[in-house]
């Protein structure tokens, strides 16, 4: 099982990014999918996260990111998006994608900095 984030790097606030995870190994489509962030000294927390077909593909976003942030998946490419708009500094953290069904896996997370 792997997964690979990319995308992620320096942008300036209220900017954007889209950050992908490529999953293999398991069966793409079966697996709830989700994003979460780690910034230094600071709890891993959840992003988004999307359910599968079997869901509705259902949708849930933290708090702080609500209206700024949308995740998105596309099952023949195994890849989870997350689009990110209008970046604040406090949205620096390491970003990890997470696959989902019984047990989780990891990435080896994405770093994204807002900053001037």
């Known amino acids: 099982v792997q997964l690979v984030e990319s995308g992620g790097g320096l942008v300036q606030p209220g900017g954007s990014l889209t950050l992908s995870c490529v999953g293999s190994?398991?069966?793409?489509?079966?697996?709830?999918l989700g994003w979460y962030r780690q910034a230094p000294g600071k709890e891993r927390e959840l992003v988004a996260q999307?359910?599968?077909?079997?869901?509705?593909?259902?949708?849930k976003y933290g708090d702080a990111v609500k209206g700024r942030f949308t995740i998105s998946r596309d099952d023949a490419k195994f890849t989870v998006y997350l689009l990110m708009k209008n970046l604040k500094p406090e949205n620096t953290a390491v970003y990890y994608c997470?696959?989902?069904?019984?047990?989780?896996?990891w990435g080896q997370g994405t770093q994204v900095t807002v900053s001037s």
């Open positions: 997470k696959a989902r069904l019984g047990q989780d896996y």
């Open positions: 190994g398991f069966v793409f489509s079966e697996y709830g």
């Open positions: 999307i359910t599968n077909a079997r869901s509705g593909y259902s949708i």
